[in-house]
């Protein structure tokens, strides 16, 4: 009923930046939060960053003031800036919606290396 695509990923060299999407279609009411989480190969999945309805953001302290998580409710999009990579942000990165059920993207590679 709910679908998440994600785009954006890709490789990147140490120190250099990119912006992820996720776009949401299907019928969508009660939105609650939007969050990315990430999961490196052979390691667990973290939460990355969250964003409420009212726009409220949360970060994990890997990432604060490196990544910015953003929102447009109006078009079903959320999106994940990230600055200053390093090689330990390489990861799948996954969004979710939490709108009384939880949906999950598809997830997008991302590789920091030189």
């Known amino acids: 009923q709910v679908q998440l695509v994600e785009s954006g990923g890709g490789w990147v060299q140490p120190g250099g930046s990119l912006t992820l999407s996720c776009a949401a279609s299907g019928t969508i009411s009660n939105i609650r939060a939007w969050h990315w989480f990430r999961q490196p190969s052979g390691k667990r999945r973290v939460l990355v960053a969250s964003?409420?309805?009212?726009?409220?953001?949360n970060y994990a302290d890997s990432v604060a003031g490196r990544f910015t998580i953003s929102s447009d409710n109006d078009k079903n999009t959320i999106y994940l800036q990230m600055n200053s990579l390093g090689l330990d942000d390489t990861a799948v990165y996954y969004c979710?919606?939490?709108?009384?059920?939880?949906?999950w993207g598809q997830g997008t590679q991302v590789t920091v290396s030189s």
């Open positions: 979710t919606l939490d709108s009384g059920e939880v949906y």
């Open positions: 964003i409420s309805r009212e726009g409220y953001t």
